[in-house]
């Protein structure tokens, strides 16, 4: 569509499609007259938050008047003493994606080339665009990262490579074995996005390259408190990088970016590991209920390390029809078209009625009626 101002619009912006969120439960309570709606579309916490981050909240209320700490330096300091860092390494932000943004906007320009893969998290994909560049989109193997493919593809113009492990929408994760290989081969000049969304449900397994126990100075790191924390509302992300690159990085974020609150809450959550534990056993459990009821349904599924599964149907026909009937029904799942799996849906892991309400309305989806 172009519009009298369309001068002003660079044509990379004027096709660009933005990301698209999971459906809120507000617009589904109204669009199907549903009192009750349960969303496991966002990969989001089913617990809530951190009953210490929500009590932290409310004794910083008194204090909203007043601009954040433009620097985060409490929230930045405890994470730097948890990692054994210095704060200089640390860079916090509206949720991971809002540092992402300051990574693309800081680094990439013109002619540059970014490596990603076809079925991994399309927000980074958005912010690329947003700068005009198409990111080079390396196709997963058994729906997992095929590090050697992405290596394959690297240049004397590439810039920054994206990785996410686990990796959202499939989640499963490469190995350490896989990551070192990999960055034998990644130039020192490459800046590597290890985004690690999902690394609180990942960080048991033994063959998980916890990119907390490298030192690559070309990689950054990306958390949040979105997903295990249960701050998704709050906006709290952070990142740790070697100081010469979070520098550039301080330059072009907004400067009282994450607000009052989610500094707080984010500080509060990280003390809070009873919680944190609270929320990987709900999740560990949920995925092994779901595995089961969908291998009695006869549905391909993905073994997850992360709080969600891929659920592949027999086409994308199938998919959203499901998504629809599930929506009549009360509830919000994620077809993954826009993640190039358009046979796909993503369920993230509910509470246990949760999941058993999903999985009861998806059988009798399937059962009594046939996609169109
Ligand atoms: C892999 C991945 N990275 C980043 C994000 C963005 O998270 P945040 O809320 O920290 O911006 C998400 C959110 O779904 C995600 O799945």
Redesign the pocket.
Known sequence: MTSRFSALVPDFLETLVPYQAGKPIAEVQREYGLERVIKLA??ENPLGASPLALAAVQEALSQVSRYPDAAARDLRGILAQRYRLSTENVIVG?????I?ACIVRAFLHGADEVITARGT?M?FTVLCRTRGIEPIMVALKDYRFDLEAMADQITPRTKLIYL?NPN?PTGTIFTRDEFDRFMARVPERVLVIL?E??YEFASHRLDFPDSMDYRHDNVIT?R????AYGL?GF?V?YGFGHDHLIRHLWKVKLPFEPAVLGQRAGIAALGDSEFLKRTVELTHSGLDYLYGELERMGLFHVRSVANFVLVRLSSREEVQHVFQKLLERGLIVRPLTQYSMADCLRITVGLPEENELCMRALRQVLTNEKAP
């Not at 509206?94 to 809002?98: D, K, M, Q």
């Not at 949040?224 to 997903?227: L, V």
């Open positions: 966002s990969n509206n949720g991971s994606e809002g992402m998290f927000g996410c959202n985004d969304a999902y990306l949040t408190f979105s997903k998704a906006r992300g």
